[in-house]
């Protein structure tokens, strides 16, 4: 079974540039999730999705961020403008589940901003 | 809001050891109770789960001790290996709800 795939695995930006990263959940998972994940601290999350509808995105920086799932599969998640503190890895991960008992996450995409 | 408490922040172990990791929530209505592994460059992987309804729950060389009373649970690595160096977090979710991470335990056991 594949597992979670994300792109790029880094990304290098200046502050106030835009990025994106991309997203493709297990064959068949219609939850996906996406978590920032400061150095030294544990995954918070952003954004959760049920197929193609936004569950919750109460923790998301809507004046910056924003997410998508247009097809209830694969995912994007774009930042701009970008800010210093937004340097994290952010971590994709989907379930079978709605209620978040057992989460297959990828390997992220780790953002440093200058 | 930190709502899921966990120490310490490092741990070193040499081989063959007991690791213990603890962590302490508030939340009443966290039902569910995950421990992840996460080595470098990867993403988080679910190592074992427990519910509050048992005290205990074993999987391999990893148990779970949960005490409901006291708001604590506990992960311990029996025999631990240096292919176990990682960072461990627990979590916790209450029904319908949203996972929530503490903050981590870097692991490293010495051969």
């Known amino acids: 079974e594949a597992g979670v795939a994300q792109s790029p695995r880094y990304k290098i930006i200046e502050k106030r540039q835009s990025v994106a990263f991309w997203c493709n959940p297990i064959?068949?998972?219609?939850?996906l999730y996406w978590y920032q994940q400061i150095l030294g601290q544990g995954p918070k999350l952003l954004i959760q999705?049920?197929?193609?509808?936004?569950?919750?995105d109460s923790q998301l920086p809507k004046d910056r961020f924003s997410a998508e799932r247009l097809k209830g599969v694969d995912s994007t998640l774009k930042i701009q403008p970008a800010k210093l503190e937004d340097s994290a890895v952010y971590l994709c991960?989907?379930?079978?589940?709605?209620?978040?008992?057992?989460?297959?996450f990828g390997s992220g995409t780790q953002l440093s901003v200058l | 809001q930190q709502q899921v408490k966990q120490s310490p922040q490092s741990l070193i172990v040499q081989k063959g050891g007991i690791s213990i990791i603890n962590c302490a929530y508030e939340?009443?209505?966290?039902?569910?109770f995950p421990w992840y592994q996460q080595f470098p460059g990867k993403g988080p992987a679910l190592l074992i789960a427990i519910r509050p309804d048992v005290s205990e729950k074993k999987e391999g060389r990893f148990t779970i001790s949960f005490n409901k009373s006291a708001k604590q649970f506990s992960l311990h690595i029996m025999d631990s290996q240096p292919g176990d160096s990682a960072t461990y977090f627990c979590a916790a979710i209450p029904l319908d709800g949203k996972l929530t991470f503490g903050q981590g335990t870097i692991l490293t056991v010495h051969p």
């Open positions: 991960a989907s379930s079978s589940r709605v209620t978040n008992e057992k989460l297959f």
């Open positions: 939340n009443t209505a966290f039902d569910y």
């Open positions: 999705f049920q197929n193609n509808g936004v569950v919750d």
């Open positions: 064959s068949g998972h219609a939850t």
